[in-house]
């Protein structure tokens, strides 16, 4: 299978300068935002935790060790970049047992800031947003940036970042290897490549969709996604009143996460995504046989809370993304990385 990503789609044209990003892990701060507070009794211990240079699934496996419970005893609610310093919430069920000396932890990297109980599991997907400070360095084209930045609140492809795809797209291999019928047996491993095919996928959708008719344009049988939801509908045909909810953030585009079932477009909707899947028909294939189901995602994201500095060369970027949006999905479309990044 061919994974080229050079061709997916701009909002406001393929920026001409270039940026470094990510050069120390302080360059990439992310805070994860729940949504609630954990009650402060309960079966689950939550910690608040800083790491730096690791990813989560690490972290969360030597928590497991130290507080002496199984790896499916402690969860999360998103992995968040390992090339980046990021705070977030991990869960321990540890039911009527008495807390560990979370501050006896020594993991290099890691720092437990709090430690909360609650009477819930800590489950995937749950937190509401993530807030990103980035710091950009040895910008070439500074002015054009400026411009891209004025034009980001009326939203970017939300597009699954590189990070998903794995290093020189080392995860999407796997899961072609998955799908040629190779046995993967390290279970994260294989949910990793697996995401990895279907995010691919997912981004082809947009890009395809975005080349086609914008970000703005509808079709009958749209499937639109309901603000800060996972509930969509069907606009079998497209109305003023559909018009002035989108224009208001409380409907959203989609695009489809692949799996087995019928895509729940329908009329021109249907009739566009169905031709971008018949140019990937093994993949869907692969992707329908794996057990997954039709999903939806939102086809634009947009940052919020947007402030921006630049002195010089170097740009000062904080945004808030809902839970689930990409950073780099972000980025792309202010400058082209160097390309010394992994």
């Known amino acids: 299978m061919n994974f080229d ?16 990003l990510k050069q120390h892990p302080e360059d990439f701060i992310v805070r994860e935002q729940l949504g609630y507070s954990p009650c402060g009794e309960g079966e689950h211990i ?15 496996e030597q928590l497991a060790r130290f507080a002496g419970v199984h790896p499916r005893n402690v969860s999360f609610s998103g992995r968040k970049d390992k090339h980046a310093v ?3 919430w991990i869960g321990v069920h540890l039911p009527g047992k008495q807390d560990p000396d979370w501050q006896s932890f020594a993991m290099p990297g890691v720092e437990i800031l709090k430690a909360i109980r609650h009477n819930r ?16 360095r040895e910008l070439s ?18 597009y699954f970042g590189e990070q998903r795809f794995g290093n020189r797209n080392g995860n999407l291999f796997l899961g072609a290897r998955l799908l040629d019928g190779e046995t993967i047996r390290d279970r ?16 082809e959708f947009v890009s395809c969709r975005l080349a086609e008719s914008g970000s ?25 009143e559909l018009q002035q909810r989108l224009q208001e953030g409380d409907i959203h585009f989609s695009a489809p996460m692949w799996g087995q079932g019928e895509l729940a477009s329908r009329a021109q909707a249907l009739l566009f995504e169905s031709t971008v899947a018949s140019h990937h028909q093994a993949l869907c294939e692969g992707l329908a046989a794996l057990g997954l189901s039709q999903e939806r995602r939102a086809l634009m994201q947009y940052p919020e809370q947007l402030q921006w500095q630049i002195e010089g060369q170097q740009l000062q970027l904080s945004f808030r993304l809902q839970a689930g949006g990409f950073a780099t999905a972000v980025t792309r479309e202010l400058f082209n990385p160097t390309p010394h990044q992994d």
């Open 86 to 88: 990021t705070e977030q």
């Open 216 to 240: 703005k344009q509808a079709l009958d049988g749209d499937v639109m996604l309901l603000q800060g939801s996972n509930s969509f509908f069907c606009a079998e045909q497209w109305s003023d």
């Open 46 to 60: 939550y910690l608040w935790v800083r790491k730096t240079g690791l990813n989560t699934a690490n972290v969360a």
């Open 121 to 136: 599991k800590l489950r995937t997907g749950t937190h509401k947003f993530n807030d990103f400070i980035l710091t950009i």
């Open 5 to 20: 990503t050079s061709h997916w789609h701009y909002c406001y044209g393929k920026p001409l300068g270039t940026g470094l």
């Open 141 to 158: 084209q500074p002015d054009e940036v400026t411009d891209r930045l004025n034009a980001l609140t009326a939203g970017v492809p939300n």
């Open 188 to 203: 994260q491993k294989r949910s990793m490549a697996i995401s990895a095919l279907r995010s691919w996928l997912f981004n």
